[in-house]
C-alpha cells in the first residue's frame, strides 16, 4: 500500500523538537491555567509560561550543546538544524524577557484591563510558532507558519480591546496582513507551477532542471518577497509597522519589533538561501542570482527601506513611532546582508539580528517603564525623566547608543559586520548609504537621550524619583549587559552565527 | 604596573569610574577624591613611561600584544612611539589639571566624574592603540562622555552643541570606519595569510592588496580617512562644531576638548593615513599646506570678530591647528633636504603639544573669569588688571604664549613650522605667516579692552584668583615657560621616530 | 513527487499549462462580457424615478445601509465553522484509521493525533464557555478608554521647531 511510503511523522520526530513541543503544551496549560482561575488570576498563567519557556530554553541550549547534524521531521515539513537552534534561543529570550517584563507592565496588567492572562500564552504560543517559521523547509509550513505567528500577532497588537487606537492597529494588522499574505501565497503557487516541488530542495532542483524564464521567476521571487517584506516591514510593505507599534500595548510592541522579524529574516533566508543559491555546487546557483539579478533587487531594497526608516523617524514625536521607524532602517541594515546571499552575510544578519533583539527590547522596555509613570510616550513628557530615574535612564541611553552604533556597544559589532560583509564583495555605494544612515540614526535617538538628559523638566513639573519594580531591573540588566559586552568581546557569538549558517549550507 | 603601564594608564581611570558608580551621589567630596587620585595614577605612569622611553629608536616600545577577538583578526595591540609619547603626556596632565579644576561643578556630580573619567580612558586608548579596530573604538568611545558633558554640563545651547558635535564626529568616524574596513579586506597578514587590522602590517605596503595598490582608490580611502580627521581637528570647512561646542562646554571640557581631542585628528594623520598611505600623502601635500593656511587665516580672522572670550579662544585653536596641518603638509614634499622637513614635522608636532598647554591655560583663564562675572562679554569688561592682579598675569602670560612671543613654547614650534615650509612652499609659508600679525591683533585686542583701560564699577567685588586655581595653571606655565627656553625635553622624544616617519612618506 | 503530469497527458511544459490557463480566464471574461452585452442590447431602456428607487423586499427603506451589525453573529457563525471544520477532519481520519490501526506503531500514532486535537478544540470550546462568548445576552461593560487624542504630528513639528531654535 502506497500509505507507508508516505513520510508519515513518528514520535521519534519529537525528540528533534521537544522546546517546540513544550511551548504548544505550555500555552495550552496556561490557557487552561486561566480558565481555572477565570481569568482573575493571571498569576497562574505567568508562573506557567515563564516555567515553559525557561524549561523550553533549556533544552534548545542542550540542542545547541549537543550539537549534531540537522534532521527532516515531519514528514519532510521540518528541519531542526544549526540555524534553527540559534532562533529558537533567539525567539526564548525575546519571549521570556517580554512575558517576564509584561508583570510589571500597566498597559498588561493595569486595574482596567480584562484577560490579562491572555497576554502570557499568547506570547508562548508566538514564541513557538515563530520557531517553527526559522525551521520550515516546505512552502506549506512555510505559509501556515507564517500565519500562525500572522493569526496571534494580530489578536495581541488589539490586546487592549477598548482602546481605540488599538483596535486600529490590530484592524490594520489583519488587512494588511491578509492582502500580503494572498500576494506570497500567488507567488508560491507559481513557483509550485514552475518546479512541481513543495520542498525547498525540491523547488531548487526543479529551478536547476527545467529552463526557467527570467522573467516569471522575477515576478515569483518578487511576489513572495512582498509576504515576507510585509513581516520584516521593509519598504513598501511597512506602512502598518509604525500603527500598529504605536496603537498596540507597549510590551506587545516591544515583542513584535524584534521576534516577528526576526522571524521573517529566518525564513527568508532559508528560503531564498536554499532555493536560489545553496547546494552542493556554488557555481550551478549563480546563474539563478543573476537571472533575476537578486543583488541589485536587495541592495536597493535595502538602501530605500534604510533611507526611509530613518528619513521619517527624524519626525517623530512620539517615542514608540519613532522606534517604529527606526526598526525600519534596521531592516534595511539586516537586508544588506542578503545583496549576495554570501555565508558571510547571512551569518551577519543572524549576528545583527541576535544584537537588534537585545537592544530593541531593551529600548521598548525602557519604554514601558517609564509608561507605567508618565502615562505617555511623548518626547515633550521625557522631559527630565533621566535624573527621576537615572537607572532607567542609563539603561535608556545604552541601548539607544547601542542601536545607533557606537562602540563599545553591540549595535556597532552588528554593524561592522554586516559592513565588512557588504564591502568584501564590492558594494561600496551600499556601504557608504548605509554608514551615512547611521550617523542619521544618531540625531533622532539622541533626541530621546536629549529630552531624558539635557532639557529641564518644566516649571511645577513632578520631580519624584521613579519607583522601579525589581523584575525591570532584572529583565533590564539581563539585556543591558549582553548589549555593552557584545560590543567589545563579539567573537563568541560570531562563532555561534558563523557555524549556524555553516550548518546551513552543509546540511542540507 | 611595569610590564602593562599602557594599559593600566588606559584603564585607570575607567576603573576609577566604576568606583565612583557605587559611591552614593551625596558624597560629592569623596566622588572628587576619587577621581582625582584616578587621574593622579596615570599621571605618575605617564612620568614614568617618559623616563623609560627610550629616545633612540623609531621602534613601537612598551608594547602588548595579545589576541582578543579571533575570528576578526582583531588584537589588543598597545604602544608608543615618539609621536605618541608626547600626547600621552599632555592627556595625563590635562585630564588631572581639568578634574582638579572642576572641583566647583556641583550637579550631577557623580555623573561628571564618571564620564570625565571614561572620556580619558579614551583618549589614552587612541593615543596608544595599535591595532585600527581598538583604535577605533578607543576613538569612539570618547563621544558619548563627550556628548552628555557638554550637553548636562554646559551653557545655555548646551543641547544644540551636544548633538551637533555628535553628530558631526560620527559622521567623520563613518567614513573611518569605512576605510578601516576596506585595509581589513585588502590587508593581508604576512604570517598567517588572514586579514589583519594590525597597523603595522598596514604600513606595510608589500601586504596591501592588488585591489588597495591602485592609485584611485588609495586617493579616495585617503580622502575618507582625512575627512574624518579633519572633522576633528578641525580643519575648515568641517570646523563650525567646534565654536559652538566650545562656547556651551564647561571649563574643563573644553580644555580637554582643545588641548587633547583637536590632537587626536593629526595625530590620526599621522600615525594612520600617512603610513599607510604614503603616496596619497604625497598628493595631498599641497592641497594640505593650502588648507592649513586657509586654517591660519580664517580662524585669525574670525578670532578678531569675536566679543565672546570663549569663542575668540575657540577660533584661535582653529588658527593654531592650521601650523599643524601646514607643518604636516610641509613635510611630505618630495625632493625638500631632510633638516626642511625634520622642521617641518617636528614643529608640527611640538605644536600639537604646544597649542594643548597653551590654550588649556587660556581656557582656565576665561574659566575663572566666567565662575565670578557669569559671562565672557569682551565688552562687558575694562581694567580687571586693577581688581585681579594675579590673575591678569597668569591670563596675559597665556595669551603671550598664544601669539607666540619668543621665550615661550608657542613660538618655538611655529617657527619651526614655517622654517620647514619656506623651502617647500614658498608662498603658502609667507601668505600664512599673516596668520602671526593677526594672531598678535586679537589677542593683544582681547587683552586690552579686558585688562586694561577704565575700571568697570560693577566689578569692584571680585576676588582674585584662589588656590586652587593656581595650582591649575602654574604646572601648565611652568612647562610652556621650560619648553619656549629649552624644548629639547620633548623635541628628544619624537625625533627619530618622526625622522622615520619622514622616509617613509617622502624618502 | 516532481513531475506532476496527469496520467496520460503530453507535457507541454510550464507555459503550455499557464496557456490553459490563460485560455480559460478568457473564456471567462468573454462569457460574462457577452451576457451583459446581449443584455444591455435587448432590454427596453425606461427609467421612472419610482423604478430607480432602492428595492427592498416591497418594504420602503428607512435609514443608511451602513448599520452596526450585531458582532455576535460572526462570532457563532466562527464557532460553528471551527466546529464544523473538526467534523470535516475527523470523517477521513475515520475513513483510513481502520487501515492504518493494525500498523505497528502509526496506529497509535494517528490516534493519539487525534485525540491532540481533540483536546485542544475542546479547550477552546471550555475557552468561550468560561469567558462568556456563549451567552447571548451580555452586559454592555466596554467602553472607550480616557486615552489622550492623538496629537497631529505636523502641527506638534512645527510648534516644536519655533521653540527649539
Known sequence: ?508 | MGEHILSWMTFFPVIGAAVIAFIPSERKEIIKTVAAAAAAIPLVLAVQLYIGFDRGTSAFQFVEHYTWIKSFHIEYFMGVDGLSVPMMLLTALLSFICIIASWRIDKAVKGYFALFLILETGMFGVFSALDFFLFYVFWEVMLLPMYFLIGIWGGPRREYAAIKFFLYTLAGSVLMLLAMIAFYLNVSDPVTGGHTFNMLHMFNQANHSEWLQLTNVRHLIWLGLFIGFAIKVPIVPFHTWLPDAHVEAPTAVSVILAGVLLKMGTYGILRISYPMLPDAAQWFAYPMVILGAINILYGAFCAMAQTDMKKLVAYSSVSHMGYVLLGMGAMCKVGVDLQSAQAAINGAVFQMFNHGTITAMMFLGVGVIYDRAHHREINGFGGLGMQMPVYTSFFSFALFAALGLPGLSGFISEAMIFMGTFPAYRTVAMVSALGIVIGAAYVLWMLQRVFLGPKNDKYDSLPDINAREMFTLVPIGIIVLLLGVYPMPVLNLMKVSLTNLIKVVAG | MDTMLPMGSVDVGMNGHFATVLIFVLIGFFFAAVALIVAKLLRPHDPNPTKLTTYECGEETRGSSWIRFNVRFYLVALFFIVFDVEVIFLYPWAVVFKHLLPLPELGVLVFWEMVIFLVILSLGLAYIWVKGDLDWVKKLVDRAEDEPPRRNPLLKSVTNEEGSQ
Not at chain 1, 521613579?466 to 540588566?477: D, E, G, P, S
Request: aromatic share 12%.
Open chain 1, 1 to 508: 500500500m502506497e500509505l507507508l511510503n508516505l513520510n508519515i511523522p513518528s514520535w521519534s520526530d519529537l525528540a528533534y523538537w521537544r522546546p517546540e513541543a513544550i511551548l504548544c503544551g505550555t500555552f495550552l496549560a496556561a490557557l487552561l491555567g486561566d480558565l481555572i482561575g477565570r481569568g482573575r488570576r493571571p498569576a497562574i498563567s505567568f508562573v506557567i509560561s515563564v516555567f515553559g519557556l525557561i524549561t523550553a530554553g533549556a533544552y534548545s541550549v542542550a540542542a545547541v550543546l549537543h550539537g549534531g547534524a540537522a534532521h527532516t521531521i515531519m514528514g519532510d515539513l521540518i528541519i531542526v538544524d544549526g540555524m534553527a537552534a540559534f532562533f529558537r534561543l533567539l525567539f526564548i529570550l525575546a519571549g521570556l524577557a517580554t512575558v517576564l517584563f509584561s508583570w510589571t507592565a500597566e498597559e498588561i496588567m493595569g486595574r482596567k484591563r480584562e484577560n490579562k492572562a491572555e497576554f502570557f500564552y499568547l506570547t508562548v504560543l508566538m514564541t513557538a510558532a515563530m520557531m517553527v517559521m526559522a525551521e520550515a523547509r516546505d512552502l506549506l509550513m512555510l505559509f501556515l507558519s507564517m500565519e500562525a505567528v500572522g493569526l496571534v500577532s494580530y489578536v495581541m497588537a488589539g490586546y487592549m480591546r477598548t482602546s481605540l487606537r488599538s483596535t486600529e492597529a490590530s484592524l490594520k494588522y489583519v488587512i494588511f496582513g491578509a492582502v500580503s499574505s494572498g500576494i506570497m501565497l500567488y507567488g508560491l503557487s507559481l513557483l509550485y507551477g514552475m518546479t512541481g516541488a513543495m520542498t525547498f530542495d525540491g523547488i531548487r532542483a526543479g529551478l536547476l532542471a527545467g529552463e526557467v524564464n527570467g522573467l516569471s521567476l522575477l515576478i515569483t521571487v518578487i511576489l513572495i518577497l512582498a509576504g515576507m517584506s510585509y513581516k520584516i516591514a521593509a519598504v513598501p510593505f511597512h506602512f502598518w509597522c509604525p500603527d500598529v507599534y504605536e496603537g498596540a500595548p507597549t510590551p506587545v510592541a516591544a515583542i513584535f519589533s524584534v521576534g516577528p522579524k526576526a522571524a521573517g529574516f529566518a525564513l527568508m533566508i532559508r528560503f531564498f538561501y536554499t532555493t536560489l543559491a545553496a547546494g552542493a555546487d556554488p557555481s550551478a546557483s549563480a546563474p539563478l542570482i543573476e537571472l533575476i539579478n537578486w543583488p541589485l533587487l536587495m541592495a536597493v531594497i535595502a538602501a530605500v527601506t534604510m533611507t526611509y526608516g530613518n528619513l521619517v523617524a527624524l519626525r517623530q514625536l512620539n517615542v514608540k513611532r519613532m522606534l517604529a521607524y527606526s526598526s525600519i532602517s534596521h531592516v534595511g541594515y539586516l537586508l544588506m546582508g542578503f545583496v549576495l546571499l554570501t555565508d558571510a552575510g547571512l551569518a551577519a544578519i543572524l549576528f545583527y539580528l541576535a544584537v537588534y533583539t537585545l537592544m530593541n527590547l531593551g529600548a521598548f522596555f525602557v519604554v514601558v517603564a517609564l509608561n507605567n509613570h508618565i502615562k505617555s510616550e511623548e518626547l515633550d513628557d521625557y522631559a527630565g525623566i533621566g535624573f527621576r530615574a537615572p537607572w532607567l535612564g542609563t539603561m535608556m541611553v545604552i541601548f539607544l547608543a547601542s542601536l545607533t552604533g557606537v562602540p563599545p556597544f553591540a549595535g556597532f559589532a552588528g554593524k561592522f559586520y554586516v559592513f565588512t560583509a557588504v564591502m568584501d564583495r564590492q558594494w561600496f555605494w551600499l556601504a557608504i548609504l548605509a554608514a551615512l544612515n547611521s550617523v542619521v540614526g544618531l540625531y533622532y535617538y539622541f533626541r530621546v537621550v536629549k529630552a531624558m538628559f539635557l532639557t529641564r523638566p518644566a516649571e511645577g513639573a513632578d520631580t519624584t524619583p521613579l519607583k522601579i519594580h525589581w523584575l525591570q531591573y532584572t529583565v533590564l540588566a539581563v539585556l543591558a549587559v549582553p548589549t555593552l559586552v557584545l560590543g567589545f568581546w563579539f567573537g563568541p557569538l560570531k562563532v555561534l552565527a558563523d557555524q549556524a549558517i555553516g550548518l546551513l549550507s552543509t546540511g542540507m
